[in-house]
Structures are given as structure tokens and as C-alpha cells.
């Protein structure tokens, strides 16, 4: 597997297709493209990062600077909002991370805006947890009333599931669940003896609560025919966010990039900043994307027959926001006026920890890259109906030994005391749904701009009503399964997090039946703009309690095999 390529090799600025963003859903826009036989070009924003090139991969806490830490100095001159999160940004991850200094944005609310521009986005850092959605979340909106109704369902998507699943590698137990359905897992990597007797404690009292191991895109079985481009075997060393030199998770830079690459179709420009995508009134269509760089201030025009936007949820809609045209003057394929609204996050800082008793003669090998998860439970039938709000919640948690540090001993009595195995801690995060409000949204501020000239991107958005009485009962539910498996000295917590800050932003373009009412149709096809496709986060009609990025990789294949379809049928 060579490098990723970036030569642009059609000097006359023309492609079949272009991708705008080269995160999990760009990349996999790109290979599926590129695969189809596509001359594609990928514009990515930030700097190439080829595989490999992760500078803090092989560092211990003792070899960075602070122990690891960012100065407060440091934190306070570039970090000052990310810095309201003060476990975020570390000196093993901020090269990851955009400064707040360097890429202003304005709040009329608070929103945390993580990101990351460089090639491979935020596939490089993320947590990796995959969950399929299903009905529950599909038929949400139409049952309840709640904004639109998606335009697909299950049966629409779960092929895509298999497909996606099956090349990213997925570790996961199967637990025939209906909320979220079993995929194509490979082994999970198993739950640990506290967490086990979690599992067990919380099915005796509570049969409809399952604790199963996180199920996260970590190759905990390697098969290179499957699984191509610069992957390996996971050896549960836990530092992934790092970026993994045996490309043990999945990655732009470990998996779709390769792929795209060793077609011969793949032409990536980093330091390429889409300003904004160029509509031809006369086709009704897009005809191509005006792009500065980022170092020369050279404007470029590319042009392609489909463009897929794949900017991440807020960086899509700016793009679209800021391409206005006399058809379409309040951004482009925005005639319903929906295009920045609905922003979505999941809600989080809400949980309960403690200490469970046992297990003083078990322990468990390496570092597994994933706790366990505790998938919704509330909401799905009349029999877990909740009065006080809508939707639901899941958790994520993990279970590991204490350090045994007595305190007031030294010497050689501390020595022997250090080597005597301290008791399980376990600790659960609630991670809930934000209902597609209209009035949550995002805007650019035109009379501002940033040091490209691009305008301000504002963001007015908040919890609400429902979300404030769910994260009360995550956290009475959190209680009762620490109670239920013996758990000592609980401790709950409750810290309201600002939408943003669970780096799940979802939402600003969504998908719907109407054009009158949303920006995409089941496709993710701009109702408006034929050959311009949003397969980000951008296109969620409901956030769902599950991590999103698996939906939008099984949307982004789906829709490049429909856009495929309507190119060969001469519709596109
Ligand atoms: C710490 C962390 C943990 C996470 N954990 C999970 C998890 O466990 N499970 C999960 O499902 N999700 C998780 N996420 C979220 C996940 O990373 C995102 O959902 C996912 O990366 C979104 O994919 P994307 O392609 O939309 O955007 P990104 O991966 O963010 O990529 C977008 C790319 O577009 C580029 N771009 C932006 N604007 C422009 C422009 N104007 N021109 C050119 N390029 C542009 C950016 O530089 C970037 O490279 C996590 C995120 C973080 C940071
Ligand atoms: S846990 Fe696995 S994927 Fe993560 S850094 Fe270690 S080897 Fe790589």
C-alpha cells in the first residue's frame, strides 16, 4: 500500500465526481466512488496526514511535555472554549484539534465545537463505537409528531448495514435487541470479571436493561481479504485517538484512502478550503466548487458531474449556507428554509460511579479498547413508556481495578502494600437524545469574517424541556443498576453539557419527504440540486441515542450506489 496520492492528475480541473470533506464519511464517499470507477477528487481543508504519521503514537504520559498535560497558558491563549471541556484537549491529542484562536465561531448560545481539520477528520480520534439504528428511531418523528418524518426505514438501510459493517470491522456481541439491531460482528472484545457481574446483577433485577460490551470498530480479528488498505490485528493497547500505527481501528487514513487510492482514481488536495459550490441556473445544477488554498490564498475551480458534501454536519451547511446564487439567494437548495436548523447533538455529563465489592483474586489481560455499553431501554413500548419527555438514552462505562495507594505508609511497608490488588471502580455515562427543534440552528454571519474570508459561523442552539427530564431519570436509572449489582458509595452526577460537546452534531440538512419541509430526499439527494449529495451528519432528521457516524457510512454507500445507478440510466 503506497501513500495516499495527491497529484491531480486531469490538469484541466475537471472530474467525475468531487468529495468535500475527507472524515469517515468522505473517505467513504471517496472509495466507494473510486472503487465504482469514478475520477474522483477529495478537497480536504486541513494538512495531509499520511498513515503512520500520528507524532504522540509511541509516547508514554512521563515523555510529553506537563505529564501530558496543556499548559493553562497554552489552554487560555488557543484553546479557551474547548478548554470548558478541561479533559479534552491533552498534549497527546492537540495536534488533532482546531484552535478556537485560529478558527473563530460565535455562540448566541453556548455550543462546543470540536474538530479537527486535517485529512481523515475526526476519523483519526473518534471513540469508535458502532450501533445500527432501527424503527424505534426511524418512526420516531411520525409516531410523536416531532418535526418530519425520515423518508426511510430499517428494511432501507440495513443491507448497508452489512455492507459498511463487514469492511470496517466491527467487534460486538449479539443480543437480539430490537432497538439496536445485531450486525456483522466480529468477536467482542469481552467484557472484563466486574463488568460481567454487572451484566448478570442489572439482568436479574432489570431483564430489559443489557450491559454488553461496547461495540467499537477495532479489528479484534483481521482478515486482510476483508479488510483492506494499511489495517492489523488490534492489540488492545487503548491509545487510539492517537492515531494507530497497526491500523488496528478504522480510519480514513487505514482503510477507505488506501482503497481509493489503489483504484488509480483517487486525487486528494489537502489545504483545499471549499468556500462554496457553484449552481448553474441553466442545467439546475451544480457544475462544480470554488476552492482557496489554504497556504497560496489561490482561488480554483473544479467542476464534476455529482458532488458529494462530506464537510462533517457543520462545516456541509456552512459551505451550503455561503452558496448563494439569484435561484437560490438564502444558500444553495435551501428553498425550505430549513438548511442550518435542527441541530442535534446527543446530551451527556450525566451519570453515576462507584465501587464493586469482589473479584480481589481476578484481573484481565491488555487494554481493551472499549468498555460496555448499555443500549436504550425507555420509550420503546407501553410497558417502558415515560410520562415527563420523548426518546430515550444509552450508556457507555467500563469497570477496572483501583490503584491500592494506601496513604500515610512509605517505604518499603508502601511496597508491600502497592503489590496487594486494589478493588473495581465502575462509572456510567448517560448519553441522551436532542429532538429536532426548528429553533436550534446554526447561521453564517455575513458581516464577519474569518481569516479566509469566510463568513462566521453562529450557532443558536440549547436543551430543552424533554432533554432536562431525561437526564434526571439516566441518572435515577444509573443509581438503580449500581444498587441492584452492590455497588458502594455511588456517586451520581450532573453536569449539563452545551450541544456540541458529545461531538455527535447531527442535523442543519435533513432528509424528509418534502421539499417544502427539508433539504434532502431518502436519498440524500438535494431536493433541489440533483447532483449534489449530503452524507454527513448534515442529513439526520432525529438523533437517535446511538452513535451516528456507522449511519452516515451506510448512507454515504447507499447513496453513491444510487447515484451510480441514475448516472448509468442517464437520469444524473
Ligand atoms: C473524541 C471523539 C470521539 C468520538 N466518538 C465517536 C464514537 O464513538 N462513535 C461515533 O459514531 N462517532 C464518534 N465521534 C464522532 C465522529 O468522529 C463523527 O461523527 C464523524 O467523524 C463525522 O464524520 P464526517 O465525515 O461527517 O466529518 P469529519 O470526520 O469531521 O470530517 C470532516 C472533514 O471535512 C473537512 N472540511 C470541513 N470543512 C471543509 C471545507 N470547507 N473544505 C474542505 N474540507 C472541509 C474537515 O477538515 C474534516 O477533515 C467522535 C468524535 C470525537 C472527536
Ligand atoms: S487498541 Fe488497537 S486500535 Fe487502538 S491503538 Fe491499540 S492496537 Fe491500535
Known sequence: ???????????????????????????????????????TLVLERGRMVQHGEYPTAHLDTWDMENQGKVSLEEKETHYKKQNRLPWWVNEDNKHWVNKDDEYPYNEDERFDWIRGHHVGGRSVMWGRHCYRWSDIDFEANKKEGVAVDWPIRYTDIESWYDYVETFVGVSGQAEGLKQVPDGKFLKPFPLNCAEQKFRDAVAEKYPDRVVTPGRVANLSEYDPEVHKGARGQCQTRNRCWRGCPFGGYFSSQTATLPVATDTGNLTLRADSIVMEILYDAETKKARGVKVKDAHTGEIIEYSARIIFCNASTVGTTAIL???????????????????????????????????????????YQGRKPNGFYIPRFTNLDEKSKRKDYLRGFGYQGSASREKNIPPGILGKDLKAEI????????????????????????????DQRDQHDMPIITFNAKLRENEMNLRKDGI???????????????????????????????????????????????????????????????CMTSSGTQNPSLTYMALTARAVDYAHKQIQAGKL
Open 476 to 538: 435515577k436509572c444509573a443509581i438503580e443498576m449500581l444498587e441492584a449489582a452492590g455497588v458502594q458509595n455511588i456517586r451520581s452526577y450532573d453536569s449539563v453539557t452545551a450541544p456540541g460537546a458529545c461531538i455527535h452534531e447531527m442535523g442543519t440538512a435533513r432528509m424528509g419527504r418534502d421539499a417544502q419541509t427539508s433539504v434532502l430526499n431518502k436519498w440524500n439527494q438535494m431536493h433541489e440540486v440533483p447532483n449534489v449529495f449530503v452524507t454527513d451528519g448534515a
Open 321 to 363: 449556507l455561503n452558496s448563494r446564487s439569484e435561484t437560490f439567494p438564502n444558500g444553495l437548495g435551501n428553498g425550505s428554509g430549513e438548511l442550518g436548523h435542527n441541530v442535534m447533538d446527543h446530551h451527556y455529563g450525566m451519570g453515576a460511579m462507584g465501587y464493586l465489592p469482589g473479584n480481589e483474586d481476578d484481573y
Open 1 to 39: 500500500m503506497g501513500d495516499i496520492n495527491m497529484n491531480n492528475k486531469n490538469n484541466n480541473n475537471q472530474f467525475d465526481a468531487i468529495v468535500i470533506g475527507s472524515g469517515i464519511s468522505g473517505g467513504y464517499a471517496a472509495m466507494e466512488l473510486c472503487t465504482k470507477g469514478y475520477k
Open 419 to 446: 503489590f496487594k490488588p486494589g478493588g473495581y471502580f465502575i462509572s456510567m455515562g448517560c448519553f441522551g437524545e436532542i429532538l429536532p427543534y426548528h429553533e436550534n440552528k446554526m447561521y453564517l454571519d455575513f
